[in-house]
């Protein structure tokens, strides 16, 4: 299947954040700005390309005019190559053309919950522990909410991920980068709220307060969930068990076959990487990021400032 980072929506939000978008042959690349006035052209989720030399060609192209250092891909997996005509089931194809292995930009395992089952066959399929969770979120009374980008739900959302952020060890994207994000068609923030039993008079007399937010990319048949946030002081509740199942049962709504977890890693994310896996599902391992070099001084100076910063 086709990944959202190839789609057309993304695409307009790569532009929204002042990126360039090329298509070559059907094929996004998105134009990174760099110091010193370089930059580097990045695609994920490469699908089918046929003629690949013509492709590379092509990408050469917009680099010299771009001044761009190197060209990364991170293909969902090396059959979806052909090369000569005949599909390869490993990178020998990448390496005939110069790409060297590199680090990846995007999480190199994910899970996809097939959510064509009934609900009942995905809730067989959790760990015992998850339903358990759901159900005790649902007990303690945390109600959940599809919104948009209301601006206090969303101040809550940002408030959330930041400590978030810092709490799991990942680095969260800048304020304005989530704010955009939320305005590509299909994106949508979910909400669980605390119950009311658990709030102060204060927070009675005002709105509820969000423990627990994610954002959602509903994208054709699939729906992925993006980022998350929680706080930590009402973990308890369990909110994010709940949270989750209620995306799930949303993109069911909207006839959606897939459910993409979007990124684990159980040495970075040991506990984002247990929850997810209590969902169920199959998990997906990507062959990881290729780099195509076009200026070789330029791209050790890159490397080495990486290192650095």
């Known amino acids: 299947m086709k990944s959202f980072l190839q789609s057309n929506l993304w695409a307009e939000f790569q532009k929204k954040l002042g990126r360039n978008v090329f298509d070559v042959q059907g094929i996004k690349i998105i134009e990174h700005k760099i ?75 994910t899970i ?18 998850t339903r358990y969770n759901i159900q005790l979120a649902q007990k303690r009374g945390v109600k959940i909410r599809n919104l948009k980008s209301e601006i206090k739900n969303f101040e809550e959302f940002w408030k959330l991920m930041t400590k978030t952020s810092k709490r799991d060890g990942f680095r969260a994207y800048s304020k304005e ?49 993006l980022h998350g946030a929680s706080d930590y002081e009402y973990r308890n509740l369990m909110a994010p068990h709940l949270l989750q199942w209620e995306q799930i049962k949303e993109a069911k709504r909207r006839n959606c076959v897939e459910y993409d977890f979007w990124g684990i890693n159980e040495t970075k994310w040991p506990g984002v990487t247990r929850f997810k896996r209590g969902f169920g599902g199959k998990e997906i391992a990507c062959p990881g990021a290729y780099d195509l070099v076009f200026k070789p001084f330029w791209y050790r100076v890159y490397k080495i400032l990486k290192k650095i910063l």
């Open 112 to 129: 996809i919950l097939d959510i064509t089952k009934t609900e009942e066959e995905l809730l067989n399929q959790m760990h015992q522990k």
């Open 177 to 225: 980068y989530y704010q955009k994000m939320l305005e590509i068609p299909g994106t949508e923030l979910f909400v669980a709220e605390l119950p009311l039993i658990h709030q102060s008079l204060t927070d009675k007399l005002g709105t509820s307060r969000v423990i627990a937010a994610n954002i959602v990319f509903f994208c054709e048949n699939q729906a992925i969930y």
């Open 35 to 109: 110091a010193l006035n370089k930059s580097f052209l990045y695609s994920f989720g490469v699908s089918v390309i046929d003629n690949f030399e013509n492709f590379i060609n092509k990408v050469k192209e917009i680099a010299k005019k771009e001044n761009a250092i190197f060209l990364k891909i991170e293909p969902r997996s090396f059959d979806l190559f052909t090369f000569g005509g005949q599909a390869r089931d490993n990178s020998f194809g990448l390496k005939k053309f110069g790409f060297r292995k590199s680090n990846n930009i995007q999480p190199l395992q």
